[in-house]
């Protein structure tokens, strides 16, 4: 009887940890525009997106530092660009207090 108990643990051991090992791969599928046949599937996964400027190589501090003056003056000065900002970054934020807290780290 221990032997089976034993046996048993060992095998859901395994499982988990397998379950654990293997990379999560979700599919999602989200309408396009109304109506049951129009349909678009967006896959998502958890590998690793690269840019063009995510090489290391390419990296310089000194131009993250002006980047980032040049950023800081473009939504202080440029509505526009503050507002696209805005848009972008708490646009999806469905929180009245989360959505105003958001806003006004751009003031």
């Not at 293997?22 to 109506?35: D, E, N």
């Not at 390419?58 to 660009?81: E, G, K, M």
Request: charged residues 20%; hydrophobic residues 35%; contains cysteine.
């Amino acid at each position: 009887m221990l032997n089976k108990r034993v046996a048993s643990l060992v095998a859901a051991s395994a499982v988990v940890a397998l379950a654990v090992a293997m990379p999560v791969r979700a599919q999602m599928t989200v309408p396009m525009q109304p109506g049951p046949d129009r349909l678009e599937v967006y896959s998502y996964s958890d590998d690793p997106k690269v840019e063009p400027g995510d090489s290391s190589a390419n990296w310089s501090a000194r131009q993250n530092v002006i980047d980032s003056h040049r950023y800081d003056q473009l939504t202080r000065t440029n509505p526009a660009f503050r507002q696209a900002r805005i848009r972008k970054e708490c646009g999806s934020i469905n929180e009245p207090d989360l959505y105003q807290q958001c806003v006004a780290t751009f003031y």
